[in-house]
């Protein structure tokens, strides 16, 4: 079993950034292809960013590419968000997402088997 806690979630004025962190636990940090995505209320989960195993591989939606940015330290078991330029649109549910039978998980969220509980963020205009 992989445990995934997020962490870092709030409330931000658009323009701003925050940055959100997820630590793993249950199985070693190297072997769990990564990922990021997000609840909009009424709207379906959607991909936000995915890094490989060993973090040389990166992708992301095009609603945040050049604004975020998506890391990992195998060491301490954690993937971190940075999120800057804030917009309103980015309100949402943030969860952390683990496949561990992949090295890289890619944008469906089927391809990922554990999910964290989700914090959220709030941008105000």
């Known amino acids: 079993q992989v445990q995934l806690v997020e962490s870092g979630g709030g409330l931000a004025q658009a323009g701003a950034s925050l940055t959100l962190s997820c630590a793993a636990s249950?199985?070693?940090?190297?072997?769990?292809?990564m990922g990021w995505f997000r609840q909009a209320p009424g709207k379906e989960r959607e991909f936000v960013a995915a890094i490989s195993r060993s973090g040389g591989s990166r992708e992301y939606a095009d609603s945040v590419k050049g604004r975020f940015i998506i890391s990992r330290d195998n060491n301490k078991a954690t993937v971190v968000l940075q999120m800057s330029s804030l917009k309103p649109e980015d309100t949402a549910v943030y969860y952390c997402?683990?496949?561990?039978?992949?090295?890289?998980?890619?944008?469906?969220?089927?391809?990922?088997?554990?999910w964290g509980q989700g914090t959220q963020v709030t941008v105000s205009s």
């Open positions: 997402a683990a496949a561990p039978s992949r090295y890289y998980g890619g944008t469906y969220p089927t391809n990922y088997d554990y």
């Open positions: 249950g199985r070693t940090a190297s072997t769990l292809a």
